[in-house]
């Protein structure tokens, strides 16, 4: 089993229950994984168990004690890298499109999971199917993503990014022409009601903020440049579709699975620009990757029908 780090935090002001208390507090851990920890007695107030509904109060200590992890039973795969920077707390890679992020039903192997385990040691504090994974970018997107290697640098990039303060910046070729240069989607996003292996935009869902820019028109055809300001399941691509303007390639949210004769396997969208704060040294860290050919093969296909 692998060890998990104590949390303690010192209640400053009377704030309400427990569970949304932990719940707004910049934790690495979602809503419902805490509030089952309080449940299983994993989260004590001044060293007793408590219910989820108990009501802190000023100088209560809080005690967040996770669960031990299981260490991966995963198979550590020799599966090439395109690693863009790597140090003792982190690496960023630059995922193809069509790989995995990590194991799942259907898909047991060949992740990008199975790749990280056979190049470096991998934080734990994710679970089992999960280790070293901060964020996530769908299969057929392709780009950028940062990889925890240690439970401290994971904490700490896990809650720069609850903050907001991680900068990811996506590149998509969507359908249709924008009179405005730039804008924001604001539109809340949550299951499907229809189909649970898709996103929505929904009136109950979770806030979710998507800012664009254009950075090139076509006849038909746009490229966006778009900043994420929160990061939910699928975000740019239900947010896109939703505007009427759904990423080209994308079989889920859109239709196109073709343009000047090329067969896409996916969506045109890419992790392009990641900004972060290096864990121990402070330093930001800015990385950008360029689009991958087939991306740019599309782009010039439009350039030169432009211009015919």
Same mark, same amino acid.
């Given at each position: 089993?692998? !060890? ?7 209640? %400053? ?5 427990? +569970? ?33 509904s108990y009501m802190v109060k000023k100088g209560d200590i809080v005690s967040i004690n996770p669960p031990a992890v299981k260490e991966t039973a995963l198979e550590a795969e ?8 790597? %140090?003792? +707390? ?15 039903? #259907? ?30 970018? +769908?299969? %057929?997107?392709? $780009? ?6 240690? +439970? ?5 990039l896990a809650a720069e990014l609850k903050a907001h303060k991680t900068q990811r910046i996506y590149y998509a070729l969507v359908k249709g022409n924008f009179e405005e240069n730039? #804008?924001t989607i604001d539109a809340p996003i949550g299951r499907h009601p229809m189909d649970r292996k898709k996103q929505a935009v929904a009136e109950d869902g979770r806030e979710a ?34 505007? #009427?303007?759904?990423?080209? $390639?994308?079989?889920?949210? #859109?239709?196109? %699975? ?37 991306? !740019? ?12």
């Amino acid at each position: 089993m692998a !060890e998990t780090t104590l949390v303690t935090m010192t209640i %400053d002001q009377e704030q309400g229950r427990l +569970d949304a208390v932990l719940g707004q507090a910049k934790l690495p851990y979602s809503r419902s994984t805490l509030a089952n920890w309080i449940k299983e007695g994993l989260v004590l107030v001044n060293d007793q168990a408590v219910k989820r509904s108990y009501m802190v109060k000023k100088g209560d200590i809080v005690s967040i004690n996770p669960p031990a992890v299981k260490e991966t039973a995963l198979e550590a795969e020799n599966i090439p890298l395109d690693v863009v920077y790597e %140090d003792d +707390d982190l690496l960023v890679v630059n995922k193809p499109q069509g790989m995995v992020v990590h194991p799942a039903p #259907g898909h047991s192997g060949g992740t990008l999971v199975n790749a990280l385990l056979y190049h470096a040691p991998l934080s734990t504090i994710n679970g089992e199917f999960r280790p070293g994974i901060v964020h996530r970018i +769908d299969r %057929d997107t392709s $780009g950028l993503l940062m990889v925890a290697k240690n +439970d401290q640098a994971h904490h700490a990039l896990a809650a720069e990014l609850k903050a907001h303060k991680t900068q990811r910046i996506y590149y998509a070729l969507v359908k249709g022409n924008f009179e405005e240069n730039e #804008g924001t989607i604001d539109a809340p996003i949550g299951r499907h009601p229809m189909d649970r292996k898709k996103q929505a935009v929904a009136e109950d869902g979770r806030e979710a903020v998507t800012h664009f820019k254009v950075v090139e028109r076509f006849a038909g055809y746009t490229l966006l440049e778009l900043a994420l300001e929160t990061g939910r399941t699928h975000q740019i691509r239900v947010h896109l579709a939703y505007i #009427g303007h759904p990423v080209v $390639g994308d079989s889920v949210y #859109g239709h196109q %699975d073709k343009i000047f004769n090329i067969k896409l396997p996916g969506q045109l969208l890419h992790a392009k620009t990641l900004v972060l704060t290096q864990p121990k040294t402070q330093e930001e860290l800015r990385f950008d990757s360029a689009l991958p050919p087939l991306f !740019e093969q599309v782009l010039q296909e439009l350039r030169e029908n432009q211009g015919s």
